[in-house]
């Protein structure tokens, strides 16, 4: 059985169909939407150490600010410096899943 997807162009035709909008009003929100949740992870830094976005009910995607650190490399037993990042991470809530099983 082959794997269903469900693309960014496929969510924006189905949404223009049924809203009765046009593809290319659609997509612009679609991307600003993104645009947006890109930059407000992108904001996290050492003195806001993480954020937390609900994008559906039961959907979040969460990004913490991991300052630089040194670390010993396994290989080669070096002490290295990581430089700071952003990890983020997505979280389904039960009850999201209770709704896909219901």
Same mark, same amino acid.
């Given at each position: 059985?082959?794997?269903?997807?469900?693309?960014?162009?496929?969510?924006?035709?189905?949404?223009?169909?049924?809203?009765?909008?046009?593809?290319? !009003?659609?997509? $612009? /929100?679609?991307? =600003? &939407?993104?645009?947006?949740?890109?930059?407000?992870?992108?904001?996290?830094? *050492? !003195?806001?150490? $993480? /954020?937390?976005? =609900? &994008?559906?009910?039961?959907?979040?995607?969460?990004?913490?600010?991991?300052? *630089?650190?040194?670390?010993?490399?396994?290989?080669?037993g070096k002490m290295?410096?990581?430089?700071?990042?952003?990890?983020?991470?997505?979280?389904?809530?039960?009850s999201f899943c209770?709704?896909?099983?219901?």
């Amino acid at each position: 059985m082959a794997k269903q997807k469900l693309t960014k162009n496929t969510i924006i035709k189905t949404i223009a169909d049924n809203e009765h909008m046009s593809v290319s !009003s659609v997509r $612009s /929100i679609y991307n =600003k &939407l993104e645009q947006i949740v890109v930059n407000a992870l992108k904001s996290v830094n *050492e !003195s806001d150490d $993480s /954020i937390s976005i =609900k &994008l559906f009910e039961g959907i979040t995607v969460d990004a913490n600010y991991i300052p *630089e650190k040194q670390k010993q490399n396994n290989l080669s037993g070096k002490m290295i410096t990581v430089a700071s990042h952003i990890k983020p991470k997505a979280n389904i809530t039960r009850s999201f899943c209770e709704k896909l099983n219901s």
